[in-house]
C-alpha cells in the first residue's frame, strides 16, 4: 500500500475501524514511512483525549424550560428588590436556598411522559374570585410551585407559579400558571391551601385538562400573608371540607 | 454544533443577560453548552439525576453571575468551565454526606468515574474532558456521527456505512476529516488555557 493511500486512513486504523486486511497493510507500510509514523502519534494523541471525553448523551429536553422558567420567575421588577450588602437581594437568596431542595424533589420525577394531551381549557368553578381589573398591578410575591414526588405523573414541564397581589380590599390575589398540570381525575378538583404549620386556608378550587398554560385567578383573605407555604392538592368531589392528603404541587414564600 | 457566522457570539450573548433579552440569550448558550456540562457532569459524578441538577444550577449561576464574567480574562468557555466545576465539587460533596449508587443503569456510565479518586483529583480530569468535548461540539452532524459511532459505538467503518446507508468511502474520508478537526481544535484550546484555576 502506497503513502497516498496509507496517510488517508491512519485516523481510521488508530480507531480500529479497518478491516483486519487493510490493518495489516498500514502497519507494514509504517515500518517503512517516517511521515506516517510522525501522523500516527499526532492521531493517537487525539485517540487518547477522546478517551477523557464525555458520554455521548445529552441533557433532558424539559431542563431548558425549568431553567428559563425559574429565571423569569426570579425576575421582579426592581422596585421589589431589596439589595444587601454584598450585592444580592435577600429575596433572591432565600430562593437560593430552597432552589436546590425543591429540585432535589422535582428531579426524583423524571417519569415516562404521556404522549397526547388535551387542549387546554380551564374551568374555574366554585371559590375562585376573578378580579380581572386588578391583574395588571405588579406582584408582592412570585412563589415557584414544584411537584411532590408522591402525586408526580411525569407530565413533561409540569410547573407552577403563583404570583400574589393585593386587593383594595385587603384580600390578595392569586394569579396560578400552571404549565402541563394533570388533568384532573373523574370526580376530583384541585384546591390551592396557604399553610402554616397544622393551619390551613383555602384559597379556592379548580381543574385544569393538562397540556398547556393554565391561568387561575383566586381570592385568599388577608391572614394568609402569614402562612408561609402553597399547597396545591387533589380533592374528592363530596368528601367534606378537610383538606386532602394529595398534594399535587407546593411552593414556599419568598 | 455548528455555528453560522452572524450567530452573536458567546460574549455578546453574555451582555445581553442583563435585559430584555435575557431569555434568548441564555436559551442560545444554553443549546451551546449544556451538552458538554452534562457530559462533563456525568463523568465527574458519576450520576444522571446530579448531572441534570449540575445543569440547572450551571445555567442559573451563569444567568446570576453574568456581571463577573469579563471576556478580557478569558473565553466564555474557559469561565463557564470554571462555573461547572465549581458547581459540581459543591455537588461531589453534598452526594459524599448522602448515599447513592454510583450509577442509575445507563451503560455509559459505569466507566464514567473512579469511584476511588478523590473529588479535586476527579474534577481536575475534566479539564481535559471540557476540552476533547467542545472540539467534538465544533465537528457538524455528520462528522459527529462518524466518531461516536467509531469510538463510543466501537463499530467499523463498514458497519457505520451499513447502518448510514453512507458509502464506505464517505464514511472514511469522514472519519479522517474530523480527527483533523478535533486535533486542530485541541491544540487551539489547549493553548488557550488561561486562568483555568
Keep these: 500500500m502506497k503513502f497516498a493511500e496509507v496517510h488517508p486512513n491512519l485516523a481510521i486504523f488508530?480507531?480500529?475501524?479497518?478491516?483486519?486486511?487493510?490493518?495489516?497493510?498500514i502497519r507494514h507500510h509504517l515500518d517503512s514511512c517516517p511521515d506516517c509514523q510522525s501522523e500516527l502519534e499526532e492521531l493517537e494523541k487525539v485517540n487518547r483525549a477522546l478517551e477523557a471525553a464525555p458520554p455521548p448523551a445529552a441533557s433532558p429536553a424539559y431542563l431548558k424550560g425549568e431553567i428559563l422558567s425559574r429565571v423569569r420567575a426570579e425576575q421582579l421588577p426592581p422596585s421589589n428588590k431589596v439589595v444587601a450588602a454584598d450585592g444580592s437581594s435577600p429575596?433572591?437568596?432565600?430562593?437560593r436556598s430552597h432552589r436546590t431542595s425543591r429540585f432535589n424533589r422535582f428531579k426524583e420525577l423524571?417519569?415516562?411522559?404521556?404522549?397526547?394531551?388535551?387542549?387546554?381549557?380551564?374551568?374555574?368553578?366554585?371559590?375562585?374570585?376573578?378580579?380581572?381589573?386588578?391583574?395588571?398591578?405588579?406582584?408582592?410575591?412570585?412563589?415557584?410551585?414544584?411537584?411532590?414526588?408522591?402525586?408526580?405523573?411525569?407530565?413533561?414541564?409540569?410547573?407552577?407559579v403563583a404570583e400574589i397581589r393585593p386587593q383594595p380590599s385587603g384580600n390578595q390575589q392569586v394569579e396560578l400558571k400552571l404549565n402541563n398540570f394533570e388533568e384532573r381525575k373523574p370526580n376530583s378538583y384541585y384546591e390551592l391551601w396557604f399553610v402554616s404549620g397544622e393551619k390551613r386556608i383555602s384559597a379556592g378550587s379548580f381543574t385544569s385538562v393538562g397540556q398547556g398554560e393554565t391561568r387561575v385567578l383566586l381570592n385568599v383573605p388577608p391572614e394568609a400573608s402569614n402562612y408561609q407555604t402553597l399547597l396545591i392538592t387533589e380533592e374528592?368531589?363530596?368528601?367534606?371540607?378537610?383538606?386532602?392528603?394529595?398534594?399535587?404541587?407546593?411552593?414556599?414564600m419568598p | 454544533m455548528t455555528r453560522r457566522a452572524d450567530d452573536p457570539s458567546d460574549e455578546q450573548l453574555m451582555t445581553n443577560?442583563?435585559?430584555?433579552?435575557?431569555?434568548?440569550a441564555l436559551s442560545k448558550l444554553y443549546d451551546r453548552y449544556s451538552?458538554?456540562?452534562f457530559g462533563v457532569g456525568l463523568r465527574i459524578l458519576g450520576d444522571r439525576s446530579m448531572a441534570e441538577e449540575l445543569v440547572q444550577e450551571v445555567f442559573l449561576k451563569v444567568w446570576r453571575s453574568a456581571g463577573t464574567f469579563d471576556s478580557a480574562r478569558g473565553s466564555f468557555s474557559t469561565w463557564l468551565y470554571r462555573v461547572t466545576r465549581s458547581v459540581a465539587l459543591d455537588l461531589y460533596r453534598k452526594r459524599a454526606r448522602r448515599?447513592?449508587?454510583?450509577?442509575?443503569?445507563?451503560p455509559y456510565l459505569g466507566s464514567a468515574r473512579d469511584p476511588s479518586a478523590g473529588p479535586q483529583e476527579v474534577v481536575d480530569k475534566s479539564w481535559l474532558s471540557w476540552r476533547v468535548s467542545r472540539a467534538l461540539e465544533v465537528l457538524d452532524a455528520p462528522h459527529r456521527e462518524v466518531i461516536d459511532l467509531a469510538y463510543f459505538g466501537g463499530l467499523s467503518q463498514r458497519e457505520i456505512s451499513e447502518r448510514t446507508g453512507v458509502p464506505l468511502g464517505t464514511v472514511k474520508t469522514r472519519t479522517a476529516s474530523a480527527y483533523k478537526s478535533l486535533r486542530r481544535e485541541l491544540v487551539v484550546q489547549d493553548s488557550s488555557r488561561e486562568a483555568i484555576r
Design chain 1, 14 to 25: 488508530v480507531l480500529g475501524g479497518l478491516e483486519a486486511e487493510e490493518a495489516a497493510e
Design chain 1, 91 to 95: 429575596l433572591e437568596e432565600h430562593r
Design chain 1, 110 to 160: 423524571r417519569i415516562v411522559l404521556p404522549s397526547v394531551a388535551a387542549a387546554a381549557l380551564v374551568a374555574v368553578i366554585a371559590l375562585g374570585v376573578f378580579f380581572g381589573s386588578l391583574r395588571e398591578e405588579t406582584p408582592v410575591a412570585t412563589i415557584q410551585l414544584i411537584p411532590t414526588p408522591q402525586e408526580a405523573v411525569g407530565l413533561k414541564g409540569y410547573w407552577g
Design chain 1, 236 to 252: 374528592r368531589v363530596g368528601k367534606g371540607p378537610a383538606p386532602g392528603r394529595e398534594v399535587a404541587l407546593e411552593g414556599g
Design chain 2, 17 to 24: 443577560l442583563d435585559g430584555p433579552g435575557v431569555e434568548a
Design chain 2, 35 to 37: 451538552r458538554t456540562v
Design chain 2, 99 to 106: 448515599v447513592r449508587p454510583v450509577s442509575d443503569g445507563d
